[in-house]
Each structure stands twice: as structure tokens, then as C-alpha cells.
């Protein structure tokens, strides 16, 4: 039986078109799946990857090449399935090498310990509603000297801050302040939870990941 969540992410996403990624991870103006690929310049990236809440898959298909096995989970199995769709469609070679699977956002992640060498959590965080146990099962699943990319608004950019003043509520998920939307997409497009650099350090570190590097994108 489907989730409230994965009912509410399948609706929101009833209607989206497929498209390939194109990563620039070297543009000056960057977005957060270009901010990915650029930091994974920096790293070693045989082996295996997993990618947290992949979505549709566009992001893992275009970072694939990359890996020896490259895994996508994902809550809404309308995306999941469009992400096969398009693996078999639009990257029949990789097929074997990359797999998608629906999975329940609240229960254990169905892999074993340490079995990832790079893990991927792309503006995923701030949409669960049980942070703690999906961020102990990523460092469950992620080897000892792993990786983690993660990504996510930050609450304290200056735009943010203007509306706090204003006594606006920052939009850091949805561009619509139309509170009808957002009965069907999630209040401020599904975000539970709200990060800053200093609160997104203190939650790696509380489940055992070490902040190496960093970087932002838009203006």
C-alpha cells in the first residue's frame, strides 16, 4: 500500500516530462546536480554508487560512466518506473550496470553494511520525515572511508534571511507562495526540515560522516 508521502511525490510528479542531464561541473553558474559532479572530480569513483531519492534517474544515468555498479532508490514508484523506462530506452548499454528500486521512505535501506562505496543525497534531506534513521542507514550502507555527497537549501542565504524579516516564510522549496498548490505538492514544495552550513555539520558528524569539502551554487 502507498505511503502518504509516496502518494503526494506520484501526484506531484504525475506529469513529468523525461529529459537527459547535462552536468557542467566546471560553469561558474552552476546548479546542485552540477555541484555533484564537480565535487566527485575530486574523488575515486570506481566501485559502487547508490543515489538517495534518484527521482526519475537522470542524475545517476549521467554519473553512471563512472561507477563499476550504480544503484537509484526512490519512495514515488511512478519515478522509478519512468527511470527504467528511460535506462532502457536512452542507455541500453548501461543496462546491467544500472538498476532502480522503489523502496518504503520509512523502513530500513534493503542493502548490506557498507555496501556502497559513494553515496548521493541530492535535495533529499529536507523532504524526509525521518531524518535521523534515513541518515544512520546512509552511513549503515556506506563503507568506512566512503563518500557522501549531499546537498541542500540553505536557510541562511540572503534571500531567505530578507523574507524572515519581511515576515515572509522562505520559500526554499517551491517558487509558489499559492498555499492551494501546495495541498497537493507538499508544504513549501515538501520540505520538512531546514539547514544551514554550521546544523548540516553537526548532523554529518552526529551520524558519523566528516565534512570535507563544500561548495553553493546560484547567485
Not at 543496462?95 to 530500513?108: P, Y
Request: with cysteine; aromatic share 8%.
Amino acid at each position: 500500500m502507498a505511503t502518504s508521502l509516496e502518494q503526494m511525490y506520484d501526484l506531484k510528479y504525475s506529469h513529468e516530462e523525461w529529459h537527459p542531464l547535462t552536468l557542467r561541473p566546471h560553469a561558474l553558474s552552476t546548479n546542485r546536480y552540477d555541484d555533484v559532479a564537480r565535487l566527485l572530480c575530486g574523488e575515486a569513483t570506481d566501485g559502487k554508487c547508490l543515489d538517495v531519492g534518484c527521482g526519475s534517474g537522470q542524475l545517476l544515468l549521467a554519473l553512471a560512466s563512472q561507477f563499476d555498479e550504480a544503484t537509484g532508490i526512490d519512495l514515488s514508484s511512478n519515478r522509478i518506473a519512468r527511470a527504467q523506462c528511460a535506462l532502457h530506452d536512452h542507455y541500453p548499454e548501461l543496462v546491467g550496470k544500472v538498476r532502480f528500486v522503489h523502496v518504503d521512505g520509512e523502513e530500513s535501506l534493503p542493502f548490506a553494511d557498507g555496501e556502497f562505496d559513494v553515496l548521493i543525497m541530492c535535495a533529499i534531506v529536507e523532504h524526509v520525515v525521518n531524518l535521523y534513521g534515513l541518515m544512520d542507514e546512509a552511513a549503515r550502507v556506506c563503507r568506512r572511508g566512503g563518500c557522501l555527497l549531499i546537498t541542500v537549501p540553505n536557510i541562511c542565504y540572503l534571500r531567505h534571511v530578507k523574507d524572515l524579516l519581511m515576515g515572509r516564510v522562505p520559500m526554499t522549496g517551491t517558487p509558489n507562495r499559492d498555499v492551494r498548490a501546495w495541498r497537493h505538492h507538499g508544504w513549501d514544495g515538501g520540505h520538512f526540515h531546514y539547514f544551514s552550513k554550521a546544523s548540516l555539520t553537526d548532523l554529518l558528524r552526529q551520524v558519523g560522516f566528516e565534512p570535507e569539502r563544500w561548495t553553493g551554487d546560484g547567485r
